[in-house]
């Protein structure tokens, strides 16, 4: 009896996972990714936590009403993500990688070195292996950088 009482205990809660997300395609520097949107308190608390994997085109982008010092831990974090930091202008003013802590109590801050307005949760050296750079701007859905297509003609 102890020991299913410690299981539950450990396990996560089931609300844990009851946080729905929109999906939107981010576009930075010729990358395409999907990302969970992250724009309210509840879905910014959820984040990633519990999460065993994440695909390297996929990602969570925070969205705050404006610009601050933001301030991210990976408490019940399972994997390793690196954090952009955009300003208001959706321009990367900082990039840091981040440690997962599962079972750690006070995990370690990861603050914006600037005031930044989105901040961009992808896998751990991303940005590195993408070439995506300090200075890049991001746009959302599929308004993206490239060619539009022409008028269409009659026939």
Known sequence: MVWLISYFLLQPSSNAFAVDFRK????????????EIADNQERREQGFMF???????????FIFDSEQTLNFWMKNTLIDLAIGYFDKNKKLIDIQEMKAAPMVVMPPPYPSKQPAMYALEVPKLWFHRKSVKLGSTFSLGKEGPGPRPGPRSSP
Do not use: A, C, F, P
């Open 24 to 35: 939107e395609q981010l576009h930075i520097s010729g990358q395409i990714l999907t990302v």
């Open 51 to 61: 999460r065993k994997s994440l695909k390297d085109t996929e990602g969570m982008l």
